[in-house]
């Protein structure tokens, strides 16, 4: 089976960039553009299935995360998630705590968030990663003290789908009085995610990572954590995020929690061996050019990064149209420069301009994943001395 819109295209392999909205999330929105156009927070006839509409997606959402309805408040996407979290919960924070904690893998809508708040006082401190883009506990528990307001590091990262030691990390932030965020846009609906147990405060939902449309988010917030608002206004999502609600899209990121949740454990495995199969391919047919970007095994299930030696990413991605992959983050591409990400890891730039970033999901197939691979490594050119790669 085969999403509609991807029937005769290249095969897709950014999902991590965006994903294509399922057709029976579709669905499930389409009567809140056609029929229940009322205000949920009017009090006649009309407001009654809205109101009820948006009821049912904070608990498919909250479901999801292993939270209760009154913990997710929904944004117009991921950014403003992000934002919402960190600035929020800088603002709000006691005045001496006046340091935030962050990678500098973190994805811009998080740096950015934490840059603005140097005009108001604020310090951020970006810790040290190892070669896979690991943040080891101890060095947060080196940074950390009464001064930190927030730490934020985020659940897998999109270019190369390391996921970070979550529980130990919000462990440590919770006995310094600091709270913890972490942007959750690539695993969530991909992971099982216990936010409860894992000791988050505050946690980011990206509906078009997930099969929802574009310009809908939610943001988990422990019960009895406290945020300033970033949006004024009438007070809608518990003074949170004020603004006439979105119910088309709110239900459709309801649908789409519901669907991933339903899918879960399973749809993991299924995607970890499709990609696992990729990785296989690509060594097999280029051999030790090929040189895994990420950890090893805690990995997002449908993210491979891979640097192929001697190649320029960018250039021979062009030069597939059959494919529809990227080089980093949907950010930064179309600059013409090296994945910071892959630099912070310490990586040279030689081999981050080599990176390639295959992200696959939903609807990706064992043979297109084979022809993927082949596709791959037919266009890259032999190296030199290497006669046994040929079909450049
Ligand atoms: C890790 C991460 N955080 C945040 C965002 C931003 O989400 P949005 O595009 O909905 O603002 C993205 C999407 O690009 C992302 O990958």
Redesign the pocket.
């Known amino acids: 089976m085969t999403h509609p819109a991807l029937a005769n295209g290249p095969i897709y392999l950014d999902y ?2 965006t994903t294509p909205v399922d057709p029976a999330v579709h669905e499930a929105a389409l009567p809140y553009l056609t029929h229940h156009f009322g205000n949920p927070s009017s009090a006649h006839h009309y407001a009654s299935e809205p109101r009820q509409a948006l009821a049912r997606a904070r608990r498919q959402v909250a479901d999801l995360l292993a939270a209760t309805p009154e913990e997710i408040i929904f944004t117009a ?4 998630a ?1 934002t919402l979290a960190i600035r929020g919960a800088a603002l709000a924070a006691p005045t001496p705590r006046r340091q935030l904690i962050t990678l500098a893998t973190e ?1 811009p ?2 740096l950015q968030a934490c840059r603005s708040l140097q005009a108001d006082g604020f310090t951020t401190t970006m810790l040290p990663i190892d070669q896979y883009g690991r943040l080891d506990p101890a060095d947060l528990e080196k940074a950390i003290g009464p001064g930190t307001a927030l730490v934020s590091i ?1 659940y897998g990262n ?1 270019e190369t789908g390391t996921l970070q030691p979550i529980a130990e990390l919000a462990a440590i932030a919770r006995r310094h009085g600091a709270l913890f965020h972490t ?1 959750a ?2 695993a969530a609906g991909k992971l099982p995610i216990d936010v409860a147990g894992q000791g988050v405060d505050l946690l ?1 939902v ?4 997930m099969y929802a449309p ?2 809908i ?1 939610a943001l988990y917030l422990r019960s009895g954590v406290h945020l300033q608002p970033i949006i004024h206004g009438g007070g809608q999502e518990a003074g949170l995020r004020s603004g006439t609600e979105n119910i088309a899209f709110i239900v459709a990121l309801g649908h789409a929690a519901e669907l991933a949740r339903q899918e879960l454990p399973g749809s993991a495995v299924r995607l970890a061996a499709l990609r696992d199969l990729l990785q296989r391919e690509l060594e097999r047919l280029l051999g030790e050019r090929v040189q895994l970007n990420g950890h090893p095994t805690q990995r997002l299930p449908g993210t491979l990064n891979v640097s192929i030696a001697g190649v320029n990413a960018r250039k021979l991605l062009a030069a597939i149209p059959q494919i529809a992959a990227a080089t980093g ?3 930064h591409e179309g600059l013409d420069a090296p994945s910071p990400v892959l630099l912070a890891m310490g990586m040279s730039a030689d081999r981050a301009t080599a990176a390639l970033r295959l992200s696959l999901g939903r609807w990706t197939s064992e043979p297109q994943v084979r022809r993927a691979a082949d596709l791959i490594a037919g266009q890259v050119t032999p190296a030199r001395g290497d006669g046994a790669l040929s079909g450049a």
């Open positions: 991590n960039a996407g991921g950014s403003e992000d994805h809508a998080v985020a999109s942007d846009a690539q980011t990206v509906g078009h990572k574009k310009g988010g983050s949907a950010c």
